[in-house]
């Protein structure tokens, strides 16, 4: 069966500092691969999403980037975070693009 | 521009039914996505439309109308375990998902 794996869990950051959350993917080839951010008590913003090793796409302008180094790894990171950067950072993979998502338990980024 | 529009809160009663609605407005269409979330948690997906009608599995089901721009997701035999934020979810002619903004359901005893 497939599997999400996304860490840590929870992360306090000082503002200024780097940041690398990685997600890997089991059980599955080629999946299509995507970064969200949620705000406390809102929707999902979708940051970055990748179809192939090497291929992303950016959603939104801001202070973060993503690699897909391998097949099943994607990796959101910043040189320098925000306080604005602070948020709730859920990695995803489905077999169709956008349809039938499953969602890694997400990384809670406080940054101070 | 391109929108989804629910209700942000809807309330309940265990045991109950209820519905929650989800209208939008996007360049195209290729289906309805619904998710649950608890909260601190990620969403699950739930169910899937892309054509016209009700889709059921268990006690959740969920209607699609392409000529109204309108679908919605009924829970039934509500539970307590059901209180969460549910989303819709829409694949546009760009094939890109725009999600809405989520209805909190509350559950009262």
């Known amino acids: 069966s497939q599997t999400i794996h996304q860490w840590p869990a929870t992360l306090v950051q000082p503002v200024g500092s780097p940041l690398s959350l990685e997600c890997t993917v089991e059980g599955t080839s080629n999946p299509n691969l995507y970064w969200y951010r949620q705000a406390a008590g809102r929707g999902l913003q979708l940051l970055f999403y990748?179809?192939?090793?090497?291929?992303i796409s950016s959603e939104v302008p801001q202070n973060l980037s993503a690699s897909r180094p391998q097949d099943r790894q994607f990796i959101l990171s910043s040189k320098k975070l925000l306080l604005s950067d602070s948020g709730f950072y859920l990695c995803?993979?489905?077999?169709?693009?956008?349809?039938?998502?499953?969602f890694g338990s997400g990384t809670r980024l406080t940054v101070v | 521009g391109q929108s989804l529009e629910q209700p942000s809160e809807v309330t309940a009663v265990e045991g109950a039914i209820v519905q929650i609605n989800c209208t939008y407005q996007t360049s195209g269409f290729y289906g309805l996505s619904w998710y649950q979330q608890h909260d601190g948690g990620a969403p699950t997906f739930l169910s899937y439309?892309?054509l016209d009608g009700l889709e059921e599995t268990g006690r959740f089901s969920s209607f699609l109308s392409r000529s109204d721009s309108y679908g919605y997701l009924l829970l039934q035999e509500l539970q307590m375990k059901d209180s969460a934020s549910y989303f819709c979810a829409v694949v546009d002619s760009n094939y890109q998902l725009i999600w809405g903004a989520g209805t909190k359901l509350i559950i009262k005893p």
């Open positions: 439309n892309a």
């Open positions: 995803a993979w489905s077999v169709r693009q956008n349809y039938g998502y499953t």
């Open positions: 990748s179809v192939g090793i090497g291929q």
